[in-house]
């Protein structure tokens, strides 16, 4: 935190406390960036997940280090508001931006079965467990304008089955040394959308393996 961040955020906090500003408000100035209630309500329930009344929504140490990986860190300590706020942000993002059903249906010019059969038991498409008002969703980073991203249901299947959406989205979307587009390292999916070659799975299935096993 620079000296300039570090006075907004006593700033903030002091305009909090006097009332001069929401909580939304005050964490808004604090991180750098919009929190809504919404936002905070996530954060919450990521909070009460890591308690002991619901120890299975909390993330497991290994998404917790491969998020750390990817910068979304807490320094090995339980989640601070902060990081939580971050990580609620984020799933927030996955789901604002993400596809239903039928949209994805009508992008692959595919009938409602198959895109079931797809997501359930050839897992070739990447859908969050849950479920909102719009059905269950599908993150936007496995699609192009025109069409899944070129091989990406090579690669999503071997994924461990039980990896945080989070993780997901950092594996697929973290830049990567062992992947470069114009010299630069490139994420899985910019390098599969750019210049991937079927010839290339087997270096993008490498390192998506060292990606999701901190080996």
Same mark, same amino acid.
């Given at each position: 935190?620079? /000296?300039?961040?570090d006075? #907004? &955020?006593? /700033? ?10 929401? =909580? ?5 100035r604090? /991180?750098?960036?919009p ?5 905070v ?17 909390a ?12 910068? =979304? ?5 339980p ?7 971050? #990580? ?9 931006? &993400?596809?239903t059903?039928?949209?994805v ?10 895109? #079931? ?5 050839e897992r070739?498409?990447w859908?969050?467990?849950?479920v ?6 599908y993150? #936007? /980073?496995? =699609? ?21 959406p ?23 999916v910019d =390098?599969?959308?750019?210049t991937?070659?079927?010839g290339?799975?087997?270096?993008v ?5 060292r ?5």
């Amino acid at each position: 935190m620079t /000296v300039a961040d570090d006075r #907004r &955020a006593r /700033v903030a906090a002091e305009q909090y406390a006097t009332g001069a500003l929401s =909580f939304e408000d005050a964490l808004t100035r604090t /991180v750098g960036h919009p929190v809504d209630r919404a936002t905070v309500a996530g954060a919450l329930e990521y909070l009460a997940s890591l308690g002991a009344l619901q120890p299975q929504g909390a993330l497991s140490q290994h998404d917790t280090d491969l998020l750390d990986e990817a910068g =979304f860190t807490d320094d090995g300590e339980p989640a601070s508001l902060a990081v939580a706020l971050g #990580r609620a942000q984020s799933m927030s993002n996955l789901r604002r931006t &993400a596809l239903t059903a039928t949209e994805v249906a009508e992008l692959l010019t595919v009938k409602a079965p198959r895109i #079931r059969q797809l997501t359930s038991i050839e897992r070739k498409l990447w859908a969050l467990d849950d479920v909102d008002r719009r059905g269950r969703l599908y993150p #936007r /980073v496995q =699609f192009t304008e025109t069409g899944m991203v070129p091989y990406l249901d090579q690669i999503l299947p071997q994924l461990p089955a039980d990896l945080h959406p989070l993780t997901i989205n950092a594996v697929l979307t973290v830049p990567r040394e062992d992947l470069t587009v114009g010299g630069h390292p490139a994420s899985v999916v910019d =390098f599969l959308t750019s210049t991937a070659t079927e010839g290339d799975l087997p270096t993008v299935l490498e390192v998506v393996e060292r990606a999701t096993s901190l080996g």
